[in-house]
């Protein structure tokens, strides 16, 4: 079965960084296009960053570009977002999901980040 858990979120200040974990498991990890997604509250859920092995490519929203990056370890089966920079609008829980051919298939529980002033 395909598994994701996403980790590593918790209370950060301005300015800080902080680093998001995606551990996956249950499918053919260096062939895959995995992507994280936010939601703030009262907010819809948004497309932040993306890694496709296909086509050897990363995908950054205009929100976090610059900011943010997106990397994998194939050898861990793990996906990563670094925020660094972070900013009170950056306040969401985040999820990372395995792409299919029609989009998000599956879905990590997500991981709460707030940032502090």
């Known amino acids: 079965d395909v598994q994701l858990q996403a980790s590593g979120g918790g209370l950060v200040q301005t300015g800080g960084s902080l680093r998001l974990s995606c551990a996956a498991s249950?499918?053919?990890?260096?062939?895959?296009?995995i992507s994280w997604f936010r939601q703030a509250p009262g907010k819809e859920r948004e497309g932040i960053a993306c890694?496709?092995?296909?086509?050897?490519?990363?995908y950054y929203a205009d929100s976090v570009k610059g900011r943010f990056t997106v990397s994998s370890n194939n050898a861990k089966n793990a996906v990563y977002l670094q925020m660094d920079d972070v900013r009170s609008e950056d306040t969401a829980v985040y999820y990372c999901?395995?792409?299919?051919?029609?989009?998000?298939?599956?879905w990590g529980q997500g991981t709460q980040v707030t940032v502090s002033s």
């Open positions: 249950g499918f053919t990890f260096d062939d895959k296009v």
């Open positions: 999901a395995k792409e299919e051919s029609m989009g998000p298939g599956y």
């Open positions: 890694i496709s092995d296909r086509r050897a490519s990363t």
